[in-house]
Nanobody, 116 residues
C-alpha cells in the first residue's frame, strides 16, 4: 500500500500553466510505476501520463508536447507540469501508483479548471 496525496490544482486561463505534485507515504515508492489520470464530469477516467521506476514516460496523445511527468524517488514525489492548458483539460486529476499490475493506489484527486 502506498498512500498518495495530490496538490497544485486550481483555476487557470487557457494557455496558462500549472504544476501538480503527488506525495507518497512510503520509501518503497521507487519500485512503482507512477501515473496521472483525469476524469471530467460524465466521462470515464483516462490516462494522462505514466513514468516507470527507470524514468521511461508515456503520454496521452491529447497532452503530448504540453505536459511533462517527472519523479524524484528520494523525495517519493511525482509531478505533472501542465503547459498551454486548454478548456478540455478541465478535470479532476488523480495520482496513481502501480506495482506490476498487482497493487494499485489512488490519491483523492485535485481539481484543475481551465476557463475563459
Amino acid at each position: 500500500q502506498v498512500q498518495l496525496v495530490e496538490s497544485g490544482g486550481g483555476l487557470v486561463q487557457p494557455g496558462g500553466s500549472l504544476r501538480l505534485s503527488c506525495a507518497a507515504s512510503r520509501n518503497i515508492f521507487s519500485i512503482y510505476t507512477m501515473g496521472w489520470y483525469r476524469q471530467a464530469p460524465g466521462k470515464q477516467r483516462e490516462l494522462v501520463a505514466t513514468i516507470t521506476s527507470g524514468g521511461s514516460t508515456n503520454y496521452a496523445d491529447s497532452v503530448k508536447g504540453r505536459f511533462t511527468i517527472s519523479r524524484d524517488n528520494a523525495k517519493s514525489t511525482v509531478d505533472l507540469q501542465m503547459n498551454a492548458l486548454k478548456p478540455e483539460d478541465t478535470a479532476v486529476y488523480y495520482c496513481n501508483a502501480d506495482l506490476h499490475g498487482l497493487f494499485r493506489s489512488w490519491g483523492q484527486g485535485t481539481q484543475v479548471t481551465v476557463s475563459s
